[in-house]
């Protein structure tokens, strides 16, 4: 099993950037499938980015060109970059690993974007 805590939330104006990790513990980090997904105000889960363990990415349409997954499995840690926040991106953003059948989720940080 996997342990997940997510950080690097916050307030931003439109425009602006913020780079969002989550870090694992309890199992070995580099055999899991990564993934962010976000709950805006009001509307379902949904997968914003996703990472194989062999590092192969893709993205929700939304965030295509302004969000980057990435990985550092010495790190134990998955990344999300992004850039050209928009007030549509405000959500709680949890990060999720998973391995067949075995999901597992951190309990998410807050993304606020202004206007």
């Known amino acids: 099993q996997v342990q997940l805590v997510e950080s690097g939330g916050g307030l931003v104006q439109a425009g602006g950037s913020l780079r969002l990790s989550c870090t694992a513990s309890?199992?070995?980090?580099?055999?899991?499938?990564m993934a962010w997904y976000r709950q805006g105000p009001g509307k379902q889960r949904e997968l914003v980015a996703r990472i194989s363990r062999d590092g192969f990415t893709n993205y929700a349409d939304s965030v295509k060109g302004r969000f980057t997954i990435s990985r550092d499995n010495a790190k134990n840690t998955v990344y999300l970059q992004m850039n050209s926040l928009k007030a549509e991106d405000t959500a709680v953003y949890h990060c999720?690993?998973?391995?067949?059948?075995?999901?597992?989720w951190g309990p998410g940080t807050q993304v606020t974007v202004s206007s």
């Open positions: 999720n690993a998973n391995l067949i059948a075995y999901d597992a």
């Open positions: 309890g199992s070995a980090f580099n055999i899991y499938n």
